[in-house]
């Protein structure tokens, strides 16, 4: 026994279970071995937790080492013994139950669950995910249980897809905007997200929880900070780990996130050594299982004394959730030179991105087809030069080798039975037996075959046929795209937008087959619009996806500074409004005071960061937004009408107000300007306006289409009414129809030459109660967006200010 | 290299920008993803668009005033327009952003 070394290790987990493997087959008399661990057990693959929580397995079959295992090996076991003290310089480990002189001493103290410190979190029924207590008290959760997960990462997910499982009902809550956003990008959240929510499980993202409520010590519900109550008789946080390092710590061991480690897994102290989730090794800690056995291999030489040298490698992801196929790999982070190369197959759900460097590929995410996962990790890993087949690098190993790639020899490559059209079940044979039969364009193909005539998203793939099959022949359709992300034009995306429920960006981006990572400039702004308009409630609007002028909610001016334009009622002011802008001019030096064609005053030239606070002072004078930079309302016109003018039939003046406090804050296609004029002479210029009101002794004349622009149009009448309230209808009404109707940046004109004045008769004139509806979807949108914006922005004044000042340092 | 903490990357919005004023003028600070940014100069070569104030997609961003697209990789300017924008090495460390002071100084005595 003297002989033989001895060696301690405190912590029974995976990592050091396999520096035990290691170690007792290279050297199985050299040591004399002890093996501490707090829990009552020894190791277990803690990674398959989730499928005995799911009921896939049982405990029994996820056990690594037994009793038997260890006696083999002469190992002695201290389970369910914390270790109290360890004298360095004696080189004594003190248990529970006595002391232990060693030679080397290994700590494999894993890591701790991190627990938010909100109110409530030590009640009972409020758990992590960490160990075998932890899973047994989820298996307890089935049917009429409801439980909430805290963290939409990968164990928090795990946790959630098992007890839903078992028939619980289970919410989970995300701070983030999508789910697993270390490993995935939006597009690839958003499918996982999808399917967890047809296993039934509630996804709350963005949101941050605040309190959990309990009774008699018991947990009861989660509070959320938007003030949503979450019923739950368990709750798992499942937000992280930590290094576990207080012992090492309190033993004086160099630590930093985790117990410092050299390349040979070696401690501050020559005679300690670290392996697994408690090291930080080169500024990393780890918390997948592929660094951990790597670690644990070189542990086992070092301690044999030999030389072994641990090098971070390049990490890869996979869900283990029944039917989430997902894959994460490599890195995502900044770097010069990065390219992405994205493919999505909305029929099958699939969605692939490959980032490359130089001729390298760095990263890789994939869902819904994950069978190529191994052999782009193993590009990754070794770094293998993938310049010969980039072209169609993202089809996979299938599509290389051979001569030099074509980008439309993939399409050529697909064998004849290859489905194109997933909404009808069309084959490529049948499509190129059209195009032999003489169907030459995408009208007759889809006549012929019914390919792409469905969802559409196939319209490219059948157009790349087309090209394939007839070369210069054919020719592209003249209904252009939204712009090179996508094949659809706007109509196709506002009818898919509907027909879909397609109720965010990235399930734009995904079932619409977009060729970019999130879009450009050109489209975002279309889709956030499409969205925010069919989906009020569900969607929010984007400010990263609106221009300038409405994401700082004034107009840029071509050196920089912005222009500041407070709402007019109908052009009505009073002197105090008038001080409170003469004031807020001469505060904030204001160059330049206009008064405006829409009868309101514009102060130009405002810096940037003073903006939330000359707001903040036009709002105490009771003065919001005039939106003078939207693609919405903008102004409503008024002439004084029967208050004042001697030929006035009408109080247009007030029809002018009423109008604009029904129709502010809301968004449109784009910008949409009204007036009313009391009387047929129509001083308010109502009949070159989007929508123009001219009043009559009878009643009110509402005519729309005209614009005094680029182009310069005259309205034309769509319908008099006898009354104010009707009046208001029929301007809600039409708003709306313009709303949901048009391509973006569209004027209602154009819209109005594209459906026709006879439709716009028809569906809100003559149907009572088409338009009573479309004025109710019109006022439900304006539920949430009747605001200020200058309001809520004044309070967040820092975002106008630079994020750091870097003039202030003192020069050198 | 020396890097200087310019503020928390929480502070920057998701494919949003915020300035940073420096000895040399002002440097944007982009967001491009959860956890990726980028260091360029705010203002575009074409009419001294502040670039900061762009739609951001992709690695890209696009100027307000006239749409030019600059690659914030390179700095060069995308497609049909001929310019370059100056990049600065900025990195991520612990949800604090950190830029490259070493490199505005180069660029100051340059």
């Given at each position: 026994m003297s002989s033989k070394q001895k060696l301690v290790i405190i912590g029974a987990g995976m990592a050091s279970g396999r520096m035990l493997e290691h170690l007792t087959d290279a050297a199985p008399d050299a040591f004399d071995i002890t093996l501490f661990n707090a829990e009552p057990r020894g190791n277990y693959n803690r990674i398959m937790l989730s499928p005995v929580l799911a009921g896939d397995q049982s405990y029994e079959d996820i056990v690594t080492h037994d009793d038997a295992w260890y006696a083999a090996r002469g190992i002695t076991c201290r389970f369910g013994e914390r270790v109290t003290a360890i004298d360095r310089a004696a080189k004594v480990v003190t248990g529970e139950s006595g002391p232990v002189a060693y030679d080397h001493l290994v700590f494999g103290t894993g890591s701790d669950p991190f627990m938010i410190?909100?109110?409530?979190?030590?009640?009972?029924?409020?758990?992590?995910?960490?160990?075998l207590e932890d899973t047994e008290q989820m298996m307890a959760?089935?049917?009429g249980n409801r439980v909430v997960v805290i963290g939409g990462g990968l164990l928090g997910l795990e946790a959630a897809a098992g007890m839903a499982a078992r028939g619980a009902d289970v919410t989970v809550v995300h701070i983030?905007?999508?789910?697993m956003e270390r490993q995935l990008d939006p597009a690839a959240g958003y499918l996982l997200r999808k399917s967890l929510e047809e296993k039934g499980i509630k996804v709350l993202l963005n949101a941050k929880s605040t309190e959990i409520a309990g009774e008699n010590g018991q947990v009861r519900a989660l509070l959320l900070e938007d003030g949503t109550v979450l019923p739950c008789d368990l709750l798992v946080m499942a937000v992280g780990i930590r290094p576990s390092i207080a012992l090492a710590q309190e033993t004086g061991l160099a630590v930093g996130r985790g117990i410092h480690v050299d390349d040979q897994m070696r401690?501050?102290?020559?005679?300690v050594f670290a392996v697994g989730e408690c090291v930080e090794h080169d500024g990393a800690v780890f918390g997948l299982v592929a660094p951990l056995y790597d670690q644990a291999k070189v542990l086992a030489e070092t301690l044999q004394g030999r030389d072994a040298v641990y090098k971070q490698k390049s990490l890869s992801t996979k869900l283990?959730?029944?039917?989430?196929?997902l894959f994460s790999a490599g890195d995502f982070a900044e770097g010069d030179g990065r390219e992405d190369i994205v493919f999505r197959d909305p029929a099958r759900g699939v969605y692939k991105r490959l980032v490359i460097e130089g001729d390298r590929l760095v990263g890789a995410v994939m869902y819904?087809?994950?069978?190529d996962s191994n052999w782009f990790f193993g590009l990754i890993r070794d770094g293998d030069d993938v310049s010969d087949m980039?072209?169609?690098?993202?089809?996979?190993?299938?599509?290389?080798?051979?001569?030099a790639a074509d980008p439309l020899s993939a399409v050529a490559a697909l064998?004849?039975?290859?489905?194109?059209c997933g909404c009808n079940g069309v084959c490529k044979s049948t499509i190129t037996d059209a195009i032999a039969a003489g169907a030459t364009d995408l009208g007759a193909i889809r006549a012929e075959?019914?390919?792409?005539?469905?969802?559409?998203?196939?319209t490219g793939l059948v157009e790349q046929l087309l090209q394939v099959s007839l070369g210069d022949a054919f020719q592209m359709p003249t209904?252009?795209?939204?712009?090179?992300?996508?094949?659809?034009?706007h109509e196709d995306v506002r009818r898919l937008i509907k027909s879909q429920a397609l109720k965010s960006q990235e399930a734009v981006w995904q079932e619409l087959g977009w060729k970019t990572v999130n879009g450009c400039h050109v489209c975002r702004p279309a889709v956030n619009f499409y969205l925010l308009v069919d989906w009020p409630l569900d969607y929010r609007d984007d400010p990263q996806s609106r221009f300038v002028n409405e994401r700082k909610h004034a107009n840029i001016q071509k050196d920089g500074t912005f222009s500041v334009v407070p709402r007019m009622w109908g052009g009505i002011t009073t002197p105090d409004e008038l001080r409170a802008i003469a004031d807020a001019a001469d505060k904030y030096q204001v160059p330049t005071v206009k008064v405006t064609g829409g009868q309101r005053i514009d102060l130009l030239g405002v810096k940037g960061e003073d903006l939330p606070f000359i707001w903040a002072d036009l709002n105490k004078a009771g003065m919001v937004s005039g939106?003078?930079?939207?693609?919405g309302l903008r102004t409503v016109k008024t002439c004084?009408?029967?208050?004042?003018?001697?030929?006035?039939?009408?109080?247009s003046t007030g029809l002018g107000i009423k109008l604009e406090q029904v129709l502010w804050g809301s968004w449109t296609p784009h910008k949409l300007k009204l007036a009313v004029s009391?009387?047929?002479?129509n001083c308010a210029e109502a009949?070159?306006?989007?929508i123009g009101v001219v009043c009559v002794d009878s009643g009110y004349q509402i005519s729309i289409g005209g614009a005094a622009g680029m182009d310069v149009k005259e309205t034309e009448l769509l319908v008099q009414v006898a009354t104010e309230e009707e009046a208001i209808e029929v301007v809600m009404a039409v708003t709306q129809a313009y709303r949901e109707g048009a391509k973006y940046l569209d004027r209602l004109y154009k819209w109005m030459a594209k459906v026709g004045l006879d439709w716009i008769k028809d569906t809100l004139v003559d149907d009572l109660e088409n338009r009573r509806a479309h004025a109710e979807r019109f006022e439900l949108s304006q539920s949430i967006y009747r605001t200020d914006p200058w309001a809520e922005h004044a309070k967040q004044a820092q975002r106008y200010q630079p994020l750091s000042d870097l003039t202030l340092e003192a020069a050198e | 290299m020396s890097w200087i903490d310019?503020?928390?990357?929480?502070d920057v919005p998701l494919r949003g920008a915020r300035l940073v004023k420096t000895r040399v003028g002002c440097v944007a600070v982009f967001r491009t993803a959860e956890a990726e940014v980028f260091a360029a100069s705010?203002?575009?070569?074409?009419?001294?668009?502040?670039?900061?104030?762009g739609i951001i997609h992709g690695q890209s961003v696009t100027c307000?005033?006239?749409?030019?697209?600059?690659?914030?990789?390179?700095?060069e300017a995308q497609g049909a327009d001929d310019g370059r924008i100056a990049t600065y090495p900025v990195r991520i460390d612990g949800g604090r952003i950190l830029l490259d002071a070493a490199s505005l100084d180069q660029r100051s005595a340059a």
């Open positions: 410190p909100m109110p409530g979190h030590d009640l009972d029924g409020v758990i992590a995910y960490r160990d959760m089935g049917a983030m905007g999508h789910l401690t501050s102290d020559p005679s283990k959730v029944t039917g989430c196929d819904g087809d994950t069978a980039r072209e169609t690098l993202i089809f996979g190993p299938a599509f290389q080798g051979g001569g064998p004849p039975e290859a489905e194109i075959t019914k390919a792409s005539a469905s969802c559409g998203t196939c209904e252009q795209p939204i712009c090179g992300c996508c094949d659809l034009t939106h003078a930079y939207s693609k004084v009408g029967t208050d004042h003018c001697r030929f006035g039939t009408q109080d009391g009387c047929p002479r009949t070159c306006k989007d | 310019i503020g928390a990357l929480d705010n203002t575009c070569p074409h009419k001294n668009g502040p670039l900061s104030e307000p005033l006239h749409n030019w697209v600059f690659d914030l990789n390179t700095g």
